[in-house]
């Protein structure tokens, strides 16, 4: 395997960058969401409403999953109690 290493330009940019090397001061993402909660007075009630729906959206999911669980698990024990009664009649009592 053939390693071609150009080097790297000592102009080239860095994310805090532009082009002509002045830097740019850009605000964290911590920063935008502490000015954004201090501008919204109403965001704690956006976020109670949010998180209401979202946790009823995913109960109803749990409670479609666990029926559909219990009709595959009452399934599967139906095809199998014949020979699970087969098994039970045939096998000699311990004692």
């Known amino acids: ?4 290493k150009k080097p790297i330009p000592k102009d080239l940019p860095i ?5 002509d090397g002045a830097p740019v001061e850009l605000p964290t993402l911590t920063d935008i969401a502490d000015d954004a909660a ?3 007075p109403h965001l704690s009630q956006l976020e109670s409403h949010l998180t209401s729906v979202f946790e009823q959206k ?3 999911h749990f409670a479609a ?4 669980a219990m009709q595959q698990v009452l399934a599967e024990f139906k095809r199998e109690l014949p020979q699970l009664i087969h098994d039970a009649l045939n096998t ?3 004692r």
């Open 15 to 19: 994310l805090t960058e532009v082009v």
């Open 92 to 94: 000699p009592l311990s």
């Open 38 to 40: 201090s501008s919204t």
């Open 1 to 4: 395997m053939i390693s071609i």
């Open 58 to 60: 995913l109960q109803q």
């Open 65 to 68: 999953a666990q029926e559909q």
